[in-house]
């Protein structure tokens, strides 16, 4: 059910009680892109449809406009998108005042077809080839992020040297520590929940600064929804309060990474689970057994969806629980892949690869492309692995570096079947040319290094 219907939000205008209107897309990079509507238009007619630059799903983080795209170039003329509304994710932010958002699939502006490369699109794809197969998939992602004492826009006007965590000590479950940061950390929860997104706690994480926010698992699309909301809702929420939330995934070679761990579970059709089986062992059905074959067998492959920066595998470090290894273990968290809820209805995989960097929707396609083969091709799920999985010599690596999760990608003809050879050419340019400017770049490291000693 919808969390505001249009004609609730058609009162509201009416009343004077919302006055904008945020129109969003989705980017590559899991941003919210868009225009603020006058909400008087959008009840009157932008409802229907809107248009925004199709370069926006082919930039990088800083809006460059990279070559070597298929679908957009200065070739091309860089022409328009339709940003169609979803009304069922119309929803109040009250956090910002007068303000509701709504979140838009992309459609070509001639075809009317809807754009492939899409982050909602590719995961809808997904969506729709496990429900072929009779199965919805209900996730729940996790968000670390860190806070710091001061603003985004301060910390940028000091070059991003003056980064100070908001706890002066690993803050892992703390109550007195997490107590202090309520001022940011309570209206987060409460505005997030009263936005219909379905917060269940959050909670100090394992390092100075570091924070966990949980939201209850829903189908898949609504979660990814739910994690990019809540993401910006966090950012925003954290600059009111002249904070700045960081969801890189590395920002201290000293410090932990963050991380977004994904559980996941398939239902059947009528609603009962497919992945518990009381006579299984661990609870585990066959079916759930197969998919995480598949997620396991193929999680190389789709590494860049799960990391898809330079920065993201500098969070891959032994010691650290972020995971080196693809290989399944039962509730051990320095494992690629941990079973939660062994023996019990709740039982389900949890992905520990990505990082908080990651694009849920993209993340989400290529959890669920994985579990597919897995079931398609009637995968068998190996042994689980006990004790420190990060000393298991001879359990298969994850993708080290951005160059090799890459190539990885590029010869992985399970992803080119499931999602597509232009989404995947398009992903593979993305990650090029991160690696490309990163190359370009001569860095800090470089010169406090070599500028005497060299
Ligand atoms: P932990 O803290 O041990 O990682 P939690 O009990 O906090 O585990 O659950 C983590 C996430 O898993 C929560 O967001 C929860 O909503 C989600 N979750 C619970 N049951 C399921 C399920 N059957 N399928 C997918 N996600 C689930």
Redesign the pocket.
Same mark, same amino acid.
């Given at each position: 059910m919808a969390i505001l219907t249009f004609e609730t939000l058609t009162e509201q205008v009416a009343a004077g009680t919302v006055d904008t209107v945020l129109v969003c897309l989705v980017d590559m990079q899991g941003r919210l892109m868009g225009k603020r509507f006058h909400a008087a238009n959008f009840v009157e007619s932008a409802w229907e449809e809107t248009h925004c630059c199709d370069y926006l799903l082919a930039t990088d983080l800083e809006m460059a406009t990279p070559e070597g795209y298929a679908a957009t170039s200065w070739e091309k003329g860089y022409g328009d998108y339709v940003m169609k509304p979803d009304l069922a994710t119309l929803r109040p932010l009250p956090w910002l005042e007068g303000t509701v958002m709504v979140l838009c699939d992309i459609i070509d502006h001639h075809t009317h077809a809807p754009v492939p490369h899409s982050p909602r699109a590719v995961l809808k794809r997904q969506i729709a080839r496990l429900a072929d197969l009779g199965f919805t998939a209900?996730?729940?992602t /996790?968000l670390e992020f860190f806070l710091f004492e001061n603003s985004l826009d301060d910390i940028r006007k000091s070059g991003f040297r003056d980064l100070t965590p908001i706890s002066g000590y690993n803050e892992d479950y703390h109550i007195l520590q997490t107590t202090k940061e309520e001022g940011v950390m309570r209206p987060i929860r409460n505005h997030l929940h009263a936005a219909g997104i379905p917060v /269940?706690n959050s909670k100090g994480e394992a390092e100075t600064g570091q924070e966990e926010l949980?939201?209850?698992?829903a189908d898949a699309l609504a979660c990814a929804d739910h994690h990019t909301i809540a993401k910006h809702a966090v950012k925003e929420i954290a600059w009111q309060q002249g904070r700045a939330a960081s969801f890189l995934a590395k920002w201290h070679h000293d410090k932990v990474g963050s991380s977004s761990?994904i559980?996941?579970?398939l239902w059947h059709e009528d609603g009962t689970?497919a992945?518990y089986d009381p006579g299984g062992e661990h609870g585990m059905s066959a079916t759930m057994r197969r998919y995480c074959a598949g997620l396991i067998r193929y999680a190389p492959e789709v590494t860049v969806f799960l990391a898809p920066y330079i920065n993201s595998y500098k969070r891959f470090a032994a010691g650290t629980f972020a995971p080196t290894k693809t290989i399944w273990s039962i509730d051990n968290r320095t494992a690629g892949f941990r079973l939660?809820?062994a023996g019990t209805g709740?039982?389900?995989m /949890?992905c520990r690869i990505g990082g908080s960097d990651l694009n849920p929707y993209l993340a989400l396609a290529a959890q669920i492309a994985c579990g597919i083969e897995g079931l398609k091709q009637e995968l068998t799920l190996g042994e689980p692995l006990r004790g420190d999985v990060y000393k298991a010599g001879d359990a298969p690596d994850i993708p080290r570096s951005l160059r090799a999760a890459t190539e990885t990608l590029r010869g992985s003809t399970m992803l080119r079947e499931a999602m597509g050879e232009d989404v995947i050419d398009h992903y593979i340019r993305a990650a090029e040319w991160e690696q490309e400017e990163f190359d370009r770049v001569v860095t800090d490291y470089e010169i406090a290094r070599g500028f005497e000693r060299a």
């Open positions: 209900k996730m729940a /996790e /269940e949980n939201i209850r698992y761990h559980h996941q579970s689970g992945f939660c809820g709740g039982v389900r /949890e």
